[in-house]
């Protein structure tokens, strides 16, 4: 096994005679910020295509079309040579909910208030989109699409379902692939337009029995450097190579439902992860095995349009491309509010950086920035003074206990034992290219200060220019929701300063200490009972 960057280096390098190399004259054009202009010029569209996002949960791109070949997943093959795949895909937070909302309101988190874990989802604690704001899916209804979103929703802000989805009831599931009721999407849709989101579990299957998965021998696994080499970390790691191949599976039954049903032709596929894998440094944490995502798209009637920059892309994209480029591609105008640009415009300006945020976690506060150039990863720590090992959702995992035991017991290396510091420095600086795993940090080498200084400016701009809500903290209503969620798990300090300064709420349910938030005139409460529901649901399934 080799590492996972050289798999994508090779897979780029063997196809670079399908790579359409863009003029000079577009390459000087590159904006020098992060912020990109919509291009909106091939709008004219007679026969709108379907738009069908394959929306997985935590999955890094270990699959044979990016080189890795571990395990075989051919149906992931297949689609990539008949599409277009992007090797650097990063999205806007390295956790579902924060990401989710990002891509369905087209917009960052940061600026919508909308960047902190699971939050909003009470009847007291409530986050409302502007009157005029309009989701991706409600630009779809509006052009006449049918909408449907099969599995979790997890958006932290409250809506009408119904507005955003049309086509379907579901419910406003936040846990496993499948939520709601049957809903033969393909055979009922197949006369009319459609945007659809199919959910898969992705890197969260842990059964595969039935499956048909081969066994992945833990024993074979080349771990990071950053990683205790010890049993379950390595069965950890293989597990999510079998989640690959589930998600091979799953892929080709969706082909085959569109085949069926005479759609595979004008259905747009967008192939993706929310973000990465659920091991410690990779989901919730701003390096790139938390960002980085596969994305393939594959439109067999919209082929010319989709190579125009070539098959294999190695350009910077960020996720909020993806609901863009799905608007571009059905003809409808992307919103000047949008963060995205079309990927596919013939006047595509590349990106010159990508930036993503974290935010409180579960019950963990923090605050990250990161910007990702195509060389250079650099993090701005807002709270040093915070470890990252502080307490959160992954401590009773066996990968996690073994990992923590091996530092108490000082057998762990200093890369390794970085992870367990009891801060973490104030910003981050690493070579991608002789540092793949991203763990020397070039912060005080003078030899990068030019570059530090570069990526230190364009995070402070894009903060300025996009409000990022992170900065501000959490009201006394969201630290009580999330101790409602999360019980005595929640040992920040915010939430102890909440219980010191609210000792008459220690064990009442926030709905009877706050009264409810309503809701506003221009979108009335809707008359479904899982809304009365959801925040028990979520009590039930964390506490």
């Not at 590492?3 to 780029?12: E, G, Q």
């Not at 912020?35 to 709108?48: E, G, H, R």
């Not at 082929?303 to 994209?317: A, S």
């Not at 990968?399 to 017991?409: D, G, L, M, N, T």
Request: hydrophobic letters at 35%; charged letters at 25%.
């Amino acid at each position: 096994m080799k590492d996972i960057k050289s798999f994508i280096n090779k897979r780029v390098i063997s196809k670079l005679s399908l790579v359409v190399v863009i003029s000079g004259s577009l390459l000087s054009g590159c904006s020098s910020s992060e912020q990109v202009a919509i291009d909106n010029s091939q709008s004219d569209i007679k026969n709108p295509p379907n738009i069908l996002w394959i929306y997985m949960e935590d999955q890094n791109p270990w699959n044979n079309a990016w080189g890795d070949d571990t395990v075989d997943t051919p149906n992931i093959q297949k689609l990539a040579d008949s599409g277009v795949m992007f090797t650097q895909v990063y999205q806007p937070a390295p956790v579902c909910s924060a990401s989710r909302s990002a891509l369905v309101t087209g917009q960052y988190q940061t600026t919508l208030n909308l960047q902190d874990h699971r939050s909003f989802r009470s009847g007291y604690n409530k986050q409302f989109l502007p009157e005029s704001y309009k989701t991706v899916p409600e630009l779809f209804v509006e052009a006449g699409y049918q909408t449907f979103n099969i599995g979790k929703d997890d958006y932290n802000f409250s809506y009408d379902r119904s507005r955003l989805y049309n086509a379907h009831d579901g419910i406003a599931g936040f846990q496993g692939a499948q939520d709601g009721s049957d809903f033969n999407w393909a055979s009922k849709l197949k006369n009319k337009p459609f945007f659809g989101q199919l959910q898969l579990k992705g890197g969260k299957h842990t059964h595969f029995e039935g499956k048909n998965v081969p066994e992945v021998d833990p024993n074979e696994m080349t771990l990071p450097p950053y990683y205790v080499d010890k049993p379950a970390t390595r069965k950890e790691w293989a597990k999510h190579y079998k989640t690959q191949v589930v998600s091979d599976i799953e892929l080709a039954e969706i082909i085959d439902t569109l085949k069926a049903n005479n759609l595979l032709e004008n259905t747009a596929i967008f192939w993706f992860s929310d973000h990465g894998m659920g091991m410690l440094r990779h989901k919730q944490d701003l390096y790139d095995g938390g960002l980085n995502v596969p994305l393939i798209v594959s439109w067999p009637a919209g082929e010319q349009r989709l190579n125009q920059h070539g098959k294999v892309r190695t350009d910077l994209v960020s996720g909020l491309d993806i609901p863009a480029t799905s608007l571009a591609l059905a003809g409808i105008d992307v919103p000047d509010s949008y963060d995205g640009q079309d990927v596919f415009a013939a006047k595509l300006t590349p990106r010159k950086y990508v930036i993503s945020a974290k935010d409180r976690m579960d019950f963990s506060f923090d605050r990250g920035r990161t910007v990702r150039s195509d060389n250079f990863r650099y993090i701005r720590n807002f709270h040093p003074e915070i470890p990252r090992s502080q307490p959160q959702f992954r401590d009773k995992k066996p990968f996690s206990i073994e990992f923590k035991q091996a530092f108490e017991a000082g057998t762990l290396t200093p890369v390794q034992a970085e992870y367990f510091a009891a801060t973490k420095p104030a910003e981050e600086l690493y070579d991608i290219a002789n540092d793949p795993h991203q763990i020397s940090n070039l912060v005080d080498n003078p030899d990068y200060s030019k570059v530090l200084k570069e990526h230190r400016q364009v995070l402070l701009d894009w903060i300025a220019k996009t409000d990022d809500k992170g900065a501000y903290p959490e009201s006394d209503r969201a630290i009580k929701e999330t101790i409602d969620l999360w019980g005595k798990k929640c040992v920040s300090w915010q939430c102890d300063s909440f219980r010191k300064r609210h000792p008459d709420a220690e064990g009442v349910k926030g709905d009877d200490y706050y009264d409810k938030m309503p809701w506003p005139d221009y979108m009335p409460k809707p008359n479904k009972a899982y809304y009365d529901k959801i925040e028990q649901l979520y009590r039930k399934s964390f506490q």
